[in-house]
């Protein structure tokens, strides 16, 4: 069995997890908002979230944990009334599945996991490598035939990234890393080359 390497607090990651058996775990709009409702309760606090996107079968994240003395602990959600001692940040994603689980199985009637047992992580650990999957993150419903175009997908932070509309999501800092908005659409209308970064791609 594969051991997954720790969470660390203050360092970015790629978080990716997909249904099990490769099982849809979006299967209406109201499953979507709820996962999004559900992912600021367990992660906002102990996050910041720079890119995602959800997909029919799995989803993509790009987050920087908090440095614990960032962490508010009063912002936390727990799905067992008792606060735990150490606030574990793959706990809160943990949380954020397990909580998601029981909504879709109640609401569709169905039992059993819904995702992979253990959800993947990828530590982002340069600049190059963070703009590269930006654009790898918002290209995923064109890459797997949803859209032609990655603007017309309603279930990733493109639209809001180059939008002014209010959002917890870090804009202004990922814009920066290509420049400006106009620098940014433009990297994202062009084709890329990702084979540097193909290691660090979780499909």
């Known amino acids: 069995m594969e051991v997954k390497q720790p969470i660390e607090y ?3 990651y790629h978080i990716y997890n997909r249904g099990n ?9 109201e499953n979507y908002n709820h996962f999004l409702k ?5 992660i906002e606090p102990i996050a910041e979230t720079f890119a995602w996107c959800l997909l029919k079968n ?7 944990i908090k440095e614990q003395s960032e962490i508010v602990n009063e912002e936390l959600s727990y799905t067992t ?4 001692k150490v606030i574990n940040p793959s706990r809160q994603f943990s949380h954020l599945f397990n909580a998601y689980t029981q909504a879709v199985n109640k609401r569709h009637n169905r039992t059993g996991s819904l995702f992979e047992a253990s959800f993947e ?3 982002v650990s340069s600049e190059r490598y963070f703009k590269q999957l930006i654009f790898y993150i918002h290209n995923n419903p064109v890459h797997h035939g949803f859209v032609t175009s990655m603007n017309l997908y309603p279930w990733s932070s493109y639209e809001t990234i180059i939008s002014d509309k209010p959002t917890k999501l870090k804009r202004k800092e990922t814009i920066e890393v290509y420049g400006d908005v106009e620098d940014f659409i433009r990297y994202h209308s062009e084709k890329q080359n990702l084979n540097e970064i193909t290691d660090l791609i979780i499909e």
Do not use: C, M, Q, W
């Open 10 to 12: 203050g360092n970015y």
């Open 21 to 29: 058996n490769g099982i849809d775990v979006f299967l209406s709009i």
């Open 38 to 42: 559900l992912y600021a309760k367990y």
């Open 58 to 64: 799995h989803f993509h994240i790009l987050v920087r």
């Open 81 to 84: 009334t008792e606060k735990p």
């Open 121 to 123: 992580r990828k530590l």
